[in-house]
């Protein structure tokens, strides 16, 4: 959803700089221990044991609310709206087998080619994947599917910005570990990443997964929101989403939350979202390719939203539910889409030729008769048709004589 910056839109993101910096000039911050600059330590003040005045300004940076008089109260940020807020951590928990990873891919490439993702606009821009679960053909097979899902290859993927960070084959891919004292500090690997991000400077930043890069004690509150902090800091100031993918515990599978570890987790972070298998009340599954993603925590939207999926041919594809605004008009017309290709197989099997002209056998016209159409119109179904000549999933066969041509639709490539 990016877009040109309009004059007033430039002007109100010039006040918000005033404003930061009035901030700033009224006290310093903290220094960032990413600069290389050492932090004071509110635990340890100087040798006199008092604190500076300068000391002060840094471990609290105080400012005046009147620092806000003038300025448009900021809009919320979405990466995508209800589910992933912008310039912060999101937790992505799910089972190992899931499709998690998939998830979060699909999420990378819809990102960066400012495709919907499961049918929901998202904020278009760079990516960086860390992936330290998967190896290099392993990424290559799933994204493979995923750019094949949308009728593209990976030459369109040139210049739009997507990064890998292929880790699963380092001994180590710890971003934190715990010092002598016992609190959680960055590993040189931290440092790298940040690095990168200040080179890319990304709209989404996806680690998989957080057991494979955070070398705490997962149930240790404090260092679930050390983590979590520092995480947050760069993403706040360089304005890029951090989505995190987890494991729940044994106790969040039991209890259907997704958790894991300690509950600082979910208290550190403003979205929480669960993505798991949908089971019955035996605790079977019904259809073993449908997926739910739930928000368990969203501090900025609804809590409860749902969103249910279908594993097909590499992808997850939403299913759309009447009713349901989260599904949109993009699931709609997947959906639509769906109908139509299965319909026209079926004709063609039964050897009942369509036409994409308007006539007895008009297709869209023929299909909102049958049944097998699942009650779509012939309207909904026409617009599905004339995007799937567009993606070049359907084509148009020509028989007969010259004189008496006959135009028949048939799936591309055959």
């Known amino acids: 959803m990016t877009h040109d910056l309009s004059l007033d839109e430039a002007d109100d993101l010039d006040r918000r700089e005033r404003l930061r910096s009035s901030a700033q000039g009224r006290s310093k911050p903290e220094a960032d221990p990413r ?12 040798s006199s044991g008092e604190l500076t005045a300068d000391d002060i300004a840094r471990l609290a940076p105080m400012l005046d609310a009147s620092v806000f008089d003038g300025v448009e109260v900021p809009a919320r940020e979405w990466h995508v709206e ?4 912008r310039k912060t951590v999101t ?37 960086i994947y860390v992936a330290a679960e998967d190896d290099l053909d392993e990424l290559h097979r799933r994204f493979a599917a995923i750019v094949d899902d949308l009728s593209l290859n990976f030459s369109h993927l040139v210049g739009a910005g997507l990064q890998i960070i292929p880790l699963a084959e380092c001994e180590d891919a710890l971003l934190a570990v715990p010092n ?7 590993t040189p690997r931290f440092h790298a990443l940040m690095k990168r991000v200040e080179m890319v400077r990304p709209s989404l930043l996806a680690l998989d997964t957080k057991a494979d890069l955070f070398g705490g004690d ?39 939350t997704g958790d894991s570890g300690s509950l600082g987790w979910g208290n550190s972070v403003r979205s929480r979202l669960y993505f798991e298998r949908v089971k019955g009340e035996d605790g079977g599954e019904a259809d073993p390719d449908v997926r739910r993603l739930a928000t368990m925590k969203a501090n900025y939207a609804q809590k409860g939203l749902e969103l249910r999926v279908r594993w097909q041919r590499g992808v997850f594809v939403p299913i759309p539910v009447q009713g349901t605004a989260a599904y949109g008009a993009q699931a ?8 139509f290709l299965r319909m026209l197989t079926t004709y063609i099997a039964e050897k009942r030729d369509v036409s994409h002209n308007p006539s007895r056998t008009f297709a869209p016209a023929v299909f909102a008769k049958d049944h097998r159409a699942e009650g779509l119109k012939s309207a909904t179904l026409k617009q599905a048709m004339d995007r799937l000549f567009e993606k070049r999933k359907i084509a148009v066969h020509v028989g007969g004589s010259p004189s ?11």
């Open 404 to 414: 008496r041509p006959r135009h028949r639709i048939v799936l591309a490539g055959t």
């Open 332 to 339: 709609a017309a997947d959906h639509a889409e769906e109908v």
């Open 35 to 46: 600069s290389g600059a050492a932090p004071i330590d509110a635990r340890h003040p100087d």
């Open 180 to 186: 002598k004292a016992g609190n959680l500090e960055p």
């Open 82 to 85: 209800s589910y992933i807020p």
């Open 91 to 127: 937790i992505l928990s799910g089972d190992g087998g899931t499709g998690k990873s998939t998830l979060a891919m699909q999420l990378a490439v819809c990102t960066v080619l400012g495709r919907p993702w499961l049918g929901m606009p998202v904020e278009k821009g760079p990516v």
């Open 218 to 256: 997962e149930i240790r509150r404090a260092h679930a929101r050390q983590f979590i902090g520092l995480l947050r800091s760069p993403s706040i100031r360089l304005q890029y989403t951090t989505l995190l993918l987890d494991h729940p515990s044994a106790s969040g599978l039991a209890r259907g």
